[in-house]
Structures are given as structure tokens and as C-alpha cells.
């Protein structure tokens, strides 16, 4: 008997601990209710906050009953429910764990300078959104490799693919060093970029796993597409690359079985948009793909001295900005600009690369400067307008990027001018896409190109000022023609003509 009396103490006690928790743990939900002549005196069913009543309830039916009856008393001036708010997500959050270099990433959450991220992840992370990263190729690395689909390798040249082959369904980076015995060569051995892990890791590197960095639209997923190899790369290949990241079918690679809804092109050079390269630009927004090109690091006015694939149509050009939200000193710049995102200035971009010098070396970290860098921003930012809103053409997510861009500073050195319409702001560029209506025959207004007396050939530099030399070859675009290669500077100018050289900082393994 003494043995069943003491179980069912201890039911009852556990059952009343039970009690008591549930209704410590569960919020209350209430009501503000602002009277036209407040009563004096106390409240029995209220308590009130400065001039306001504040009434606690039970359930929503309770609540919601209580506001009606609320809104029907003549002596309420207005009723609202009192909802619980919290910190916007950030890495850490909801059982995540802070990314190792978070702190760093300026560009991601700084007042003044970065865009607005935490609040869009609030809203969404850009789930299974497809974009493609054509550029020099993907290595291996922690932070990305769950995060990379199939891609291609459309480097024709067997010697600038440095794989040992032409075309492939491989888009594994080999590495792009130069060393004495390259026709590129002119004086300096460079070491192997990792371009392309670094603008992906921007893009969507795992976030909230307590290592490395976090990306723009971590949900997402990434097709890379190497069009750059040693040396540089052909602009045909570069073309095809946009296609085939498309969905369009090129030769040489079986096709993309996972389409991108958002390209990303850290590249290009002087001269006009060719007939060659517009085509595939056209291409890949028919089959309804935003593409998101850098403007070049050359400080030039763009509406006067043309970059390619920049001015093409179609297309949504990024400048960079600094961490004090100024023109980035290397940016181009002018009317041609359609938004600016962070890109570096003192301090650099913090993203995914590899210690490799030459072949590829273990997953690292480093900050890089460039509009190469500003323009993943704005790919990832896309991405997540796609997730909430997928019926978008690439016009509409365009206008929305332009239309949802935060102002510039009276004390900044950019303005709508020479900047674009404003800093990219993740959280209201999502917001405006949630709010739009599917129009698939939206046009965007394009910029007019001003008239040059330039020739229609692109120099590519290798990250030296233009004036005082550095060129390494010549590509003729005119009517999509290929005089050469992009050599070196496409390296560093379809790369670092959209890279200042790299710093390496705050090194992690």
C-alpha cells in the first residue's frame, strides 16, 4: 500500500510540475488598447503602459473576440495585438552555430556599408535556387562542396584549360598560375587565383556550421561553369558558358540538367557588347535567367569607355563600394551602372578560396577586392528574390534590385549618377519581389550606350593602371569575332581587370 501511495504522489507531483511549466513556457498572447479618456483609477482586467491598457489572453479565439468587441466601443481610440519580436537571423541562430570569419564579413551586416542581409534571411535563405557561376571554375572545399551541383568546363583551348583536354562536363579549377615559360608572361609569375570558389563562396557557402564564412543565398545552390583558364579564355567560350549555365545546349558538354535562374559573370573587359555576346545574354534571360555582370576595375566612366559584358543589354551591371559606403577607388562608374554592392576598399571581401599556389591545396580564406567581388552580392540577392517570388522574369527582378536600393549618404562619394540607383539592400529587394506580380512581358528601360570613338577591341590589363601599361593582348569583339585569346588580364582583367590583387588575411584551416 505504502509502495502505491508513492507512485501516485509522484504522478501528481510530476503532473502538476507539468502544469506549471506549461503555463510558464506559453506566451500570452494581448492586446493594446488606447482609450480617447483614459480611465482613472485601477484596473481590474488591465494593466496599463504609459497611457495605454495592456490586456493579456489565453487563446487567439479569446484575443481575437476581444478586439472586435474592442473595435465596436466608441470610447477606444484604436485596438492592436502586441506581438513578440526578436533579433533578425543571424548565423548562430535557431540552433546554428556563428560562422568562424562572420565578424568579418562587413559586407553582410554593417550599418553603414553592407546590405542589409540578417533581415532578408528573416524572410528566406533562397532554398534549391540554381545559380551558375561561370568563371574559372570550382575546387574543393568545406564550405562548398555540398552546395555544388554538376557543371562543365568550356575552355576549348586544351594549353588554357591547363587539364589536359578541351570541353568537358569537369569544371574543376586546376589552378591558372603563370610562370616564365607562358606566351602571357610578362615579367611577374602569379600565383593561381581560385577566382571562381571565392565569387561562389559569396554566393552560398554553408552557413551556420560554426566554420569558415556564410553566403548570400546559403539555401541555394551553385552550377560552376569554367570559361577561364590559363592566360584567360576565349570570348566564344565565354558566350557558351552564359548559354549552357542557361539551359541553352552548346557543343562540346552534355547539357545543364539544372538550369540556373541567376548567372554570375565576374568578368569583362574594354570595348563594345558584341553581336556574339548579346546573343547569349538574350538567351539565358528568355529562359529565364537574371545575369549579373561586374563593371571593371578602372576607375573609367563607363558611359564613355565601354566594358563588355557590362553594356550589355540585358544585363544587371554592379559597381563596388567601400566599408565607409563610398566608390570603391578601383570602380567604374557612370549612368551605365545599375546598383552598387560591397566590393572592398582598406578591407576586402571574405569568402571561400584555396591555399594552393599553383595545383589546388586545402579549403581557405581570404579577402579579395573587386567588382568581381561586389557582383556575388548582388547574384546572391537574386537568388532569394527568386525563392519568394519564382514567377519573376529577369526584367522585373532587375527593376526591383534598382527600385529597392538603399541611398546613398550626403557624405558619400557616390550618388545615383555614377553608382547606380543606390547600395544594394537584400531585405527590401526581397520584400519587393514578395509584394510583384508574374509579368513576363515587363520591359526594363535600358540605359542609352554613348557614342565612342574607341575601336570596338578590348585590351586586357593585368590589374595595372591603363595608362601605365600592363597589357597583355588584344580580343577583337566587333560583331562577336575572337582576334585571340583573353589572355593574361583576363586572368586579371576578365578577372582582375575585375580583381585588385589579392589580400590574404585572418587565414583559417
Not at 145 to 164: E, R, T
Not at 215 to 242: E, H, Q, T
Request: aromatic fraction near 8%; proline fraction near 4%; glycine fraction near 12%.
Amino acid at each position: 500500500m505504502k509502495k502505491i501511495s508513492y507512485y501516485l504522489w509522484l504522478g501528481l507531483f510530476i503532473w502538476a510540475i507539468a502544469i506549471v511549466s506549461e503555463a510558464h513556457g506559453k506566451m500570452k498572447s494581448r492586446l493594446i488598447v488606447k482609450r480617447k479618456n483614459p480611465a482613472r483609477g485601477i484596473m481590474r482586467e488591465a494593466f496599463r503602459v504609459t497611457s495605454k491598457e495592456v490586456h493579456q489572453f489565453n487563446s487567439e479565439k479569446e484575443l481575437k473576440e476581444a478586439k472586435e468587441n474592442f473595435k465596436l466601443d466608441a470610447g477606444v481610440e484604436w485596438v492592436v495585438e502586441d506581438k513578440v519580436m526578436s533579433h533578425f537571423f543571424e548565423p548562430g541562430d535557431d540552433g546554428t552555430e556563428e560562422d568562424q570569419l562572420w565578424f568579418l564579413q562587413w559586407h553582410y551586416h554593417d550599418q553603414v556599408a553592407g546590405i542589409n542581409l540578417p533581415a532578408a534571411w528573416d524572410i528566406t535563405f533562397g532554398e534549391e535556387v540554381v545559380v551558375a557561376v561561370v568563371d574559372t571554375g570550382i575546387t574543393s572545399h568545406v564550405d562548398l562542396n555540398s552546395k555544388i551541383l554538376a557543371g562543365a568546363d568550356l575552355v576549348s583551348d586544351p594549353f588554357m584549360g591547363n587539364d589536359g583536354d578541351g570541353r568537358d562536363n569537369d569544371p574543376s579549377d586546376p589552378g591558372d598560375w603563370i610562370s616564365s615559360g607562358d606566351p602571357c608572361f610578362n615579367g611577374q609569375t602569379i600565383d593561381s587565383s581560385w577566382h571562381g570558389t571565392h565569387v561562389a563562396g559569396t554566393i552560398a557557402a554553408k552557413t551556420g556550421n560554426a566554420f569558415g564564412v556564410a553566403g548570400v543565398s546559403f539555401g541555394a545552390k551553385v552550377v560552376p561553369v569554367r570559361v577561364l583558364g590559363k592566360c584567360g579564355g576565349w570570348a566564344s567560350d565565354i558566350a557558351d558558358g552564359i548559354k549552357w549555365a542557361a539551359g541553352v545546349p552548346v557543343s562540346g558538354v552534355a547539357p545543364n540538367a539544372n538550369p540556373a535562374r541567376v548567372i554570375n559573370l565576374s568578368l569583362g573587359g574594354r570595348g563594345s557588347c558584341s553581336a556574339m555576346m548579346q546573343e547569349a545574354v538574350d538567351a539565358a534571360n528568355a529562359a529565364g535567367a537574371v545575369v549579373v555582370v561586374a563593371s571593371g576595375n578602372s576607375n573609367q566612366n563607363i558611359d564613355f569607355i565601354h566594358y563588355s559584358p557590362a553594356n550589355c543589354k540585358g544585363v544587371i551591371t554592379v559597381a563596388s563600394t567601400d566599408e565607409n559606403m563610398d566608390k570603391s577607388f578601383f570602380s567604374n562608374y557612370g549612368e551605365f551602372i545599375d546598383i552598387s554592392a560591397p566590393g572592398g576598399g582598406e578591407v576586402g571581401v571574405m569568402s571561400t578560396h584555396n591555399d594552393g599556389t599553383r595545383g589546388p591545396g586545402n579549403s581557405d580564406y581570404i579577402q579579395m577586392k573587386g567588382t568581381s567581388m561586389a557582383a556575388p552580392h548582388v547574384a546572391g540577392v537574386a537568388a532569394l528574390m527568386v525563392g519568394v517570388n519564382p514567377a519573376l522574369s529577369p526584367a522585373q527582378i532587375r527593376q526591383a534590385i534598382v527600385d529597392s536600393a538603399a541611398s546613398f549618404s550626403a557624405s558619400s562619394s557616390c550618388d545615383d549618377s555614377i553608382c547606380g540607383s543606390g547600395l544594394l539592400d537584400a531585405e527590401a529587394a526581397v520584400m519587393m519581389a514578395q509584394s510583384m506580380e508574374a509579368d513576363p512581358d515587363f520591359v526594363f528601360d535600358e540605359p542609352a550606350l554613348s557614342a565612342t570613338s574607341e575601336p570596338v577591341t578590348i585590351t586586357w590589363f593585368n590589374g595595372q593602371d591603363e595608362e601605365t601599361g600592363g597589357a597583355c593582348g588584344t580580343v577583337d569583339l566587333q560583331n562577336g569575332g575572337g582576334g585571340g585569346p583573353f589572355n593574361l588580364s583576363l586572368l586579371l582583367g576578365l578577372l582582375m581587370a575585375l580583381l585588385i590583387p589579392n589580400i590574404r588575411v585572418n587565414k583559417a584551416w
